[in-house]
C-alpha cells in the first residue's frame, strides 16, 4: 500500500509518525510523511496517490476534504482531537490539552457524509475513550493508538563511557512540562546530592547538567548507559490520569531502568516493571533507593523489555488499526513482519 502521513512540526508527534511509518516501510508499504507547511495538499495527494491517509481532524480543512473526496477508494483515519466528558470541563488555562473546535467538529462531520474518515485514533489508553473522546461517537467511531516503541532507535543500545551516569534524561524542558520537570527532575541537579546527571535535548534547560543535542543515533547508547532513566509527564496526567506519553516504552526496549511520575494509566500498562510514584518526594526517595539495587533494576529492566517487545512497539499498533478497518491480511503482514525484525534486530 502507498500511505500518506500528514505531519505539522518538530515536536513529540513527529517522532511518532516516523516510529509509525518506520513499522510501515519494513512490513512492505510505501510510506511518504507529508510537511503540510512545505507542500500543498494538491501536491502532494496528486503526486502520491495513497491508498490510505492518516491525518488529524484539527488539520482538515477545505483542500484536504477535497482530495479525500476524490479518492473514495482511500483508507482514511485521523487523529481525533479531545471531544468528550473530561473537555467538556477541564480548565484549559491550567491545562492546554488539545480539543476540538466548532469548525473542526463541523469539518469531521460533513466529510462523514461521504464516509470519510474511516476511523479516528488517539494515542490514550482504549480505557479513557469513553471520557475524552465519546462526543465524537455520533459522528465516528475512534479507536486507541497508543504510543509505542520504534524497536529501530530504541533497543540495542551499549554501555559508553561517554554517557554513563546515575540519571539521564532526553528531552525538552519547556513551559508546560517544566511544571513536573522542576519539582522531579531539577531537585536531583543540586550540587549536594552528588548525583552524576545528564541531560541531552534540543534546547537548552540552564543547568550544569545539560549536555547539548544528541543525534539519533547515540540516543539507545546513552539511555542504556544510565543507571536510572526517568519518566515524567504533563499536569494533566497527573490530574485525570490519561495521556501516556512514548518515553516510556522506548526505554523499556532498550532495557532501560524507569522510574516514573505517577499516572494511572501508565500504571495500567505496567503495574509491575516500572516504578511509580505519586510524589516528588517519592520519586526521590525511590531515586535514591534503586541507585544501590542493581539488581533488582536488571530484573523489572528485562520483565519491562519483554513486555513492550511482545505487545507494544507500532507494528502492534499498526496491526490493530488494520485490524479495525477489517484489513485482516495487512494486520497478519505487520505481525509476521515484527517477527521477522525481532530475528533480524536479534532482539
Known amino acids: 500500500?502507498?500511505?500518506?502521513?500528514?505531519?505539522?512540526?518538530?515536536?513529540?508527534?513527529?517522532?511518532?509518525r516516523t516510529g509509525i511509518g518506520r513499522a510501515l516501510t519494513y512490513a512492505g508499504h510505501q510510506?511518504?510523511?507529508?510537511?503540510?507547511?512545505?507542500?500543498?495538499?494538491?501536491?502532494?495527494?496528486?503526486?502520491?496517490?495513497?491508498?490510505?491517509?492518516?491525518?488529524?481532524?484539527?488539520?482538515?480543512?477545505?483542500?484536504v476534504r477535497k482530495c479525500i473526496l476524490a479518492r473514495p477508494n482511500m483508507k482514511v483515519i485521523m487523529k481525533g482531537s479531545d471531544w468528550g466528558a473530561i473537555s467538556d470541563s477541564i480548565d484549559r488555562v491550567k491545562y492546554?490539552?488539545?480539543?476540538?473546535?466548532?469548525?473542526?467538529?463541523?469539518?469531521?462531520?460533513?466529510?462523514?457524509?461521504?464516509?470519510?474518515?474511516?476511523?479516528?485514533?488517539?494515542?490514550?489508553?482504549?480505557?479513557?475513550?469513553?471520557?475524552t473522546h465519546n462526543h465524537w461517537d455520533d459522528i465516528v467511531q475512534t479507536v486507541s493508538l497508543m504510543n509505542a516503541a520504534d524497536i529501530f532507535l530504541f533497543t540495542n543500545g551499549k554501555v559508553k563511557?561517554?554517557?554513563?551516569?546515575?540519571?539521564?534524561?532526553?528531552?525538552?524542558?519547556?513551559?508546560?512540562?517544566?511544571?513536573?520537570i522542576d519539582k522531579y527532575l531539577l531537585p536531583l541537579m543540586n550540587p549536594k546530592s552528588r548525583l552524576n546527571i545528564k541531560i541531552f535535548g534540543n534546547s537548552d534547560w540552564g543547568v550544569p547538567q545539560y549536555c547539548g543535542f544528541l543525534p539519533d543515533n547515540e540516543a539507545a547508547h546513552f539511555l542504556r548507559s544510565c543507571d536510572i532513566c526517568?519518566?515524567?509527564?504533563?499536569?494533566?496526567?497527573?490530574?485525570?490520569?490519561?495521556?501516556?506519553?512514548?518515553?516510556?516504552?522506548?526505554?523499556l526496549a532498550n532495557k532501560c531502568f524507569v522510574i516514573s511520575d505517577y499516572v494511572e494509566d501508565l500504571e495500567k500498562l505496567f503495574p509491575k516493571s516500572i516504578i511509580h510514584c505519586k510524589t516528588p518526594a517519592e520519586f526521590h526517595e525511590k531515586i535514591g533507593y534503586y541507585l544501590d539495587k542493581p539488581k533488582e533494576r536488571a530484573i523489572l529492566s528485562q520483565l519491562g523489555y519483554?513486555?513492550?517487545?511482545?505487545?507494544?512497539?507500532?507494528f502492534h499498533r499498526m496491526a490493530s488499526i488494520?485490524?479495525?478497518?477489517?484489513?485482516?491480511?495487512?494486520?497478519?503482514?505487520?505481525?509476521?513482519?515484527?517477527?521477522?525484525?525481532?530475528?533480524e534486530l536479534k532482539l
Not at 500500500?1 to 511518532?16: E, Q, R, T, V, W
Not at 494515542?123 to 475513550?129: A, M, Q
Request: hydrophobic share 35%; with cysteine; glycine share 8%.
Open 161 to 180: 563511557d561517554q554517557y554513563k551516569s546515575h540519571v539521564g534524561f532526553m528531552g525538552g524542558r519547556w513551559g508546560y512540562k517544566a511544571q513536573t
Open 230 to 251: 526517568p519518566n515524567l509527564s504533563e499536569p494533566h496526567s497527573h490530574k485525570y490520569g490519561y495521556d501516556v506519553v512514548e518515553r516510556p516504552f522506548k526505554l
Open 1 to 16: 500500500m502507498k500511505i500518506l502521513i500528514s505531519n505539522d512540526g518538530p515536536h513529540a508527534h513527529f517522532y511518532i
Open 306 to 314: 519483554e513486555e513492550v517487545i511482545g505487545g507494544h512497539t507500532y
Open 96 to 131: 492546554p490539552v488539545l480539543i476540538a473546535n466548532e469548525q473542526e467538529i463541523e469539518n469531521v462531520a460533513e466529510l462523514r457524509k461521504n464516509g470519510k474518515p474511516d476511523l479516528l485514533y488517539v494515542h490514550y489508553h482504549p480505557d479513557r475513550l469513553g471520557e
Open 31 to 63: 510510506v511518504v510523511m507529508w510537511e503540510i507547511s512545505k507542500k500543498a495538499a494538491f501536491d502532494a495527494f496528486d503526486e502520491f496517490e495513497p491508498d490510505m491517509f492518516i491525518g488529524q481532524t484539527y488539520n482538515l480543512n477545505e483542500a
Open 322 to 343: 488494520f485490524g479495525e478497518l477489517g484489513m485482516g491480511d495487512e494486520q497478519e503482514n505487520m505481525l509476521k513482519s515484527l517477527d521477522k525484525c525481532i530475528k
